[in-house]
């Protein structure tokens, strides 16, 4: 995991940006701040490192001339096109019962923002403090707009790894409606079709993939699985289409997409 990151902010976000790096170094980040003359697109091409950058619209992650952040108030337009019925994500969650949800694997929190905006209470879970701080900077910003004011009440944000957060919450005989889980999932494993889709992918995956390394021991969350089934009702679990099941666990249900599909998993402690 990046422990030691460069952070780039013209000298008019240099106060934005310490307190970006004092928030980074508290979750254990080493950011050595630069204060240069133009954030623009040829300073991000001529620095092609993984890196952080500041500006008027926040904090970004960049690298290879692209910069992204989660960017809630740009999912809007999809955010309104969504409904109950057309999304895949609202059946397998059970949105319509404005469930009580953990997202332990939150990453952008997209997911999450629609789950959210579709009716679900949603913990996300992220242990990257990279991306925490990302989600953490989007939350904010989305408070703050007209249409998404009320779906940040919905969303809780919490810096932590799931493993622990979870076995926490069996200790605490907590119990949630759904727990929602899309963790990585190495390219190299999916059929060519799956590849192909993924050549497309926008450019905050890329990034994404950059920050979160594939290579070495990925890890692909297995033990989630076993974690999630004693405090909920249901497992919901995101794929890509063709992908083995998570943890080798044949689901009770499944939804099926073009490019992904949803597992469910009915814990049957809990049903009996
Ligand atoms: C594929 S991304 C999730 C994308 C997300 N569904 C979205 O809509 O943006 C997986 C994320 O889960 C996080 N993650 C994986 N295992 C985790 C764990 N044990 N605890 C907390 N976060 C975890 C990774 O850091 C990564 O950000």
Redesign the pocket.
């Known amino acids: 995991m990046v422990s030691e990151i460069r952070l780039f902010a013209e000298d008019t976000y240099l106060e934005k940006a310490q307190s970006y790096q004092a928030v980074l170094s508290s979750r254990g980040v080493d950011v050595k701040l630069d204060v240069i003359d133009k954030l623009n697109a040829r300073f991000l091409r001529l620095n092609p490192d993984l890196g952080l950058c500041v500006d008027q619209d926040g904090l970004w992650l960049s690298a290879n001339g692209m910069k992204m952040q989660?960017d809630w108030k740009a999912e809007t337009a999809r955010l309104k096109r969504a409904s109950l019925k057309s999304e895949m994500i609202a059946r397998a969650c059970n949105l319509a019962e404005k469930p009580k949800l953990i997202?332990?694997?939150?990453?952008?929190?997209?997911?999450?923002?629609?789950m959210a905006h579709l009716g679900g209470h949603v913990t996300l879970?992220?242990?990257?403090p990279i991306?925490f701080t990302l989600l953490e900077d989007s939350k904010q910003q989305a408070a703050s707009d007209p249409f998404l004011a009320k779906v940040m009440q919905r969303i809780d944000l919490v810096f932590?790894?799931?493993?622990?957060?979870l076995q926490q919450q069996i200790e605490q005989k907590t119990l949630v409606d759904v727990v929602?889980l899309?963790?990585?999932?190495p390219q190299r494993d999916q059929n060519q079709q799956a590849i192909k889709k993924q050549a497309q992918v926008k450019k905050q995956m890329q990034l994404?993939h950059l920050?979160?390394p594939e290579d070495g021991e990925m890890?692909l969350?297995d033990?989630?699985l076993v974690l999630a089934q004693q405090i909920s009702k249901r497992v919901v679990v995101?794929r890509p289409r063709h992908a083995v099941f998570l943890n080798a666990q044949q689901p009770d249900h499944q939804w099926q997409g073009d490019a992904c599909r949803f597992d469910a998993y009915f814990p049957k402690m809990l049903i009996e």
């Open positions: 989660p997202d332990a694997t939150a990453g952008l929190g997209h997911d999450s923002l629609l879970i992220e242990r990257h991306l932590s790894d799931s493993a622990e957060y929602y899309d963790p990585m999932f994404l920050l979160l890890d969350g033990y989630l995101k």
